[in-house]
């Protein structure tokens, strides 16, 4: 993977998890990053603590309101001065079976993990077009492509994210801006980990490579993605065969 010291990415929802991982592979190959945390800050600032290298920065931005993303951005060009590339991860999850969701369980999803994507784009694009470069990298999921019982809500964001990856990448290429999804199947991280082994045997058995994923494959896939200058529309999947 080749040096990634001229690029200057903005990373949602990387206090933890796989964001958390994307934001330090990144700096190991000398990206300067900005993690950015909703709420609490105690996790991004281990996060932030933890990254290689100087100059990161470290910010406060709710992605469900346009008005703190703008400023989360206006902090970053005067950080930085440049945008290179949006990695939008920040996502949850509210589980529930179809007939028993609330309104507010679905709204919430889809507000967080699908208009997320949609504003934090949306105001990135507005520099990388000024620049006439720049990547956007939005995080999926493999339950897109395959549904999963109980997500309805959060299936059918990442499965927005899709479509709006494909029409952004259309709208923005001719300011070559290149936009693309990776969507991770079952990956390691603190959510499989409260599952017994009964349930994680469950859900190795149904992947051809009989395994789990770990953060550090997703990170490995933007950190290509970066370095890539002819690909754009694109869903990676990285799931172990689950879904081909």
Do not use: W
């Not at 920040?90 to 609330?102: E, N, P, S, V």
């Not at 507000?111 to 994507?117: D, E, F, I, S, W």
């Not at 694009?125 to 493999?142: P, T």
Request: net charge positive.
């Amino acid at each position: 993977m080749k040096n990634l010291k001229d690029k200057y990415i903005m990373i949602t929802g990387s206090s933890r998890g796989i964001g958390a991982t994307i934001a330090q592979h990144l700096a190991k190959l000398e990206a300067k990053v900005a993690i950015t945390y909703s709420s609490s800050s105690d996790s991004a600032q281990q996060v932030f603590q933890s990254l290689e290298g100087k100059e990161h920065l470290l910010l406060q931005m709710d992605v469900t309101n346009s008005e703190s993303i703008k400023n989360a951005f206006d902090k970053f060009m005067e950080h930085f001065s440049t945008l290179s590339a949006l990695v939008n991860n920040a996502g949850i999850t509210k589980d529930g079976l179809l007939l028993r969701m609330q309104d507010k369980d679905f709204d919430s999803v889809l507000k967080t993990n699908l208009y997320g994507n949609f504003y934090c784009a949306r105001e990135a694009a507005k520099y990388m077009i000024k620049a006439r470069q720049g990547h956007i990298i939005n995080i999926s999921s493999v339950v897109a492509q395959i549904g999963n019982p109980g997500q309805a809500n959060y299936v059918a964001s990442k499965a927005g994210i899709e479509g709006l990856t494909r029409t952004m990448a259309n709208e923005l290429a001719g300011r070559n801006i290149q936009v693309n999804a990776i969507a991770p199947g079952f990956i390691k991280t603190n959510m499989t980990e409260q599952l017994n082994v009964k349930q994680v045997q469950a859900i190795t058995d149904r992947i051809p490579l009989k395994k789990l994923g770990h953060p550090q494959d997703i990170a490995e896939t933007v950190a290509f993605l970066l370095s890539s200058s002819y690909i754009t529309g694109q869903v990676i999947s990285v799931n172990g065969g689950l879904a081909m």
